[in-house]
């Protein structure tokens, strides 16, 4: 079994989980079909609260 022989350092467990925060990249934005406002994708639209072509969040008349 693979079994550390010893401990790893601080400085070598944060450099090696640094390494990898390059590789994120930015969440994509989509229009909304209803309103054309940005969305990020799987949410209900903010502007107009819809979200699949339905109304999931009721938003006020003013």
């Known amino acids: 079994m693979g079994v550390p022989k010893k401990r790893t350092s601080k400085m070598r467990r944060d450099r090696r989980r640094a390494a990898n925060s390059n590789l994120r990249v ?5 229009k909304c079909p ?10 209900a639209c903010s ?5 699949k072509g339905r ?3 009721p938003q006020a008349q003013g």
């Open 47 to 51: 502007a107009c609260g819809q979200y």
């Open 55 to 57: 109304e999931v969040v």
């Open 26 to 30: 930015a969440v994509q934005v989509t």
């Open 34 to 43: 209803n309103c054309k406002e940005p969305v990020m994708p799987h949410r």
